[in-house]
DNA sequence: CTATTTGAACTGACTGGTCAGTTTAGTTAG
DNA sequence: CTAACTAAACTGACCAGTCAGTTCAAATAG
């Protein structure tokens, strides 16, 4: 509220210019996020400190405060972030339509390597998401209906291009594909290191040939 | 560590004898596990002061410490309890071997009555176990696996019963299987209340049937 | 080309409050 | 009679958020 800094703090949460602001603010942004990503998914949203999280990021406690307005709005920044990079991924995968199957299983690829690669991430998800009511609870309805909107529209296409299941609702479809992607990554690193990356994509993919009724282009 | 209450606290993890303490006691233990089992999945572990949950348990701040040594032992306790719960549901699932399909399907039928019936566990589960380091990581391991066993079998009566695909490991399928039940289960309660427990169900059984290997009891 | 100014970015000590766990003397119920 | 429980005060640590002050690069002035 009394917020007054020298100059006018940055911290707005409705950030409208990511790249005008200048190259120091956003390598300082950039830093916070890796730390409190790596913290947050240790310990908890509540068993990190922000000066833990300054430290970590090499700034102090007041950079923190400066370049967000709270350890909440950190958060909520901090899960867009993570969500932008992997919408990405996901609609990097060329919508080939000469195979909406193997579409999919690129997709749940991309996914799992995402989950490998930002494991903190993945677990501050899985950590926040159902809590209700909370803080976030706005910033992850969204979120989760963007990325829900990527993965049924792969859905859409498989079931266009096949017969499948109509006892199989898309949207519990979507949200089974969707979570295991999440608790199959997570499991992977925290219980089955050696499981392949290919193992965890077959597992997933097991739904979606299911979903299919069977027959045509299925092998050979 | 130094605990030290008037009479002999009972508060020993490795409880040997649970039938055997008074009755009151395990009144107020259930009571405990209840009031917890609620605040701690919709605010975390961190979240949650043991003065809140003694007094949302009606019972006083010292009893929590009679009956548990610490706050991390009452949650080490509760999540046993827990899947103690979940535990009996799915063994209740009468092994037909009639048909091992049909037994699955009635086993992730039963773990969803349980989300229904028990979010708040579902939601301690989730946020908690992937965390690493952990004060439960082996509590989380240990019934993490009980679990899994159960699970595990069930895939085996299929894979007995049917043709199944050699690509897809077992391991990946029950770790799939069970983060979909947990996800989906907390998708219904928070995001789409609507859902019908056969809506879910049947989205998590399709990677049954993609897992079997097509042919006979497809359809008609 | 140097001196001065400006203000965004950053610092870190400090505050007010909270919390886990302890202790004690007394009360209740089986 | 004794295990279970209460109520309330207390400790020591910890933490979110604040704020007065510092740094420094770029703009402006001489």
Known sequence: MTTSQSGDSPAGSGDAQ???????????????FEAS???????????????????????SKGTVYYNFGSKSDLIA???????????????????????????MEEMIGQAMDFMAEYPSF??????????????????????RGRLLAVIGSAIDGVAAAYPVDPAVSRG???????GACFVVGLDRQTYN?????????AAIMASMRGYVVKQPPARA
């Open 77 to 103: 920044q901090l899960l867009r972030h993570g969500v932008d990079i992997l919408m990405a991924r996901l609609l990097s995968v060329r919508d080939d339509s000469a195979d909406p199957l193997a579409a």
């Open 172 to 178: 519990s479809l979507e949200t089974a594909i969707f």
């Open 37 to 59: 990503m790596e913290l947050i998914g240790e310990r908890g949203a509540a068993g990190v400190t922000v000066d833990e999280i300054a430290t970590a990021a090499g700034v």
């Open 18 to 32: 990511k790249k005008l602001r200048p190259a120091r603010t956003n390598a300082t942004r950039q830093k916070l």
């Open 122 to 143: 993945a677990r501050l998800w899985v950590s926040e998401n159902w809590r209700t009511p909370s803080e976030w609870q706005d910033t992850f309805a969204e979120l």
């Open 193 to 201: 290191p050696e499981r392949t990356r290919e193992q965890s994509v």
